[in-house]
């Protein structure tokens, strides 16, 4: 007699045990081989595509989806300053709010000059403001941190907590931005499309500065029965999120400036 099929999250785990809650959950495993996004998503009841940055499901009081940021997402070779920065450009209204108690905001200016290099402000249409503004946050939340440990299949292991001691905002097409994304994808750079460069120079990131790592449970342990199919909710949230991504006014000058980066590495 054929044996009964396993699903692979299942294999070499003994019977899913029920607790007093209800919640049906697979007995502790050894936690060094990491787990796969399936897993990660099911554990944190996840309503869209994992990102760098991820929120919760959680359902507020009045029925309407709770976003606050839970966990973040170290992905492989994607952060060259990591630990303790990181470089994202989706969900970035998880972030802490600039008007939350304990924040301090300072608003830093520049502009572009002929040669593509910041300058001093000189206010006139022929020299557009670009703000880049710089969050400090005094105590910011505990956030559980996940690393890729491997990219085919892609696990991520489990790699303590930390808070967010500074949030900076670079806007679409500014200097910052460009020297960030220029050094975001080193030896790639030269192999990137134009209207690849175009695309993220369009848009809004933000460099994340972590504090120390912190010791925290693994929210991994014990690991849930994995659900088998996506609600309306979750595949609304994953439409949000794509209309939050669209491009914005001011990467066209920035693709002047990567060429001539790209051009001086001839040289």
């Avoid at 880049?132 to 085919?152: C, E, M, N, Y």
Wanted: proline share 9%; glycine share 8%.
């Amino acid at each position: 007699m054929a044996g009964r099929y396993i699903p692979p999250h299942m294999r070499g785990t003994s019977k899913s045990s029920t607790p007093s809650d209800g919640q049906t959950q697979i007995p502790e495993r050894d936690t060094s081989k990491g787990y796969t996004y399936d897993e990660i998503s099911n554990q944190f009841d996840c309503r869209a595509k994992l990102g760098t940055l991820n929120s919760a499901g959680r359902d507020g009081d009045d029925g309407t989806v709770q976003e606050s940021l839970s966990f973040i997402i170290i992905f492989k070779d994607q952060h060259p300053e990591w630990p303790p920065k990181i470089f994202c450009k989706s969900n970035l209204n998880l972030l802490p709010p600039t008007s939350d108690p304990g924040i301090e905001v300072t608003t830093q200016t520049s502009a572009l000059n002929d040669s593509g290099i910041a300058a001093p402000i000189v206010q006139s249409s022929e020299s557009p403001v670009i703000p880049v503004i710089q969050v400090d946050l005094k105590h910011g939340p505990p956030i559980a941190i996940f690393s890729q440990i491997q990219t085919r299949p892609p696990r991520f292991l489990y790699d303590g907590v930390r808070c967010i001691k500074s949030i900076t905002y670079l806007q679409p097409g500014s200097p910052e931005l460009i020297d960030t994304l220029y050094m975001k994808f080193g030896p790639e750079r030269k192999e990137r499309a134009p209207d690849s460069w175009q695309s993220s120079l369009s848009m809004k990131w933000a460099v994340v500065e972590m504090g120390e790592l912190e010791e925290g449970k693994n929210p991994m342990v014990p690991l849930k029965k994995m659900k088998d199919e996506k609600s309306v909710t979750e595949m609304l949230q994953e439409m949000r999120i794509k209309d939050s991504m669209q491009p914005q006014e001011g990467g066209g000058e920035g693709i002047k400036m990567i060429e001539e980066k790209l051009d001086g590495e001839k040289l």
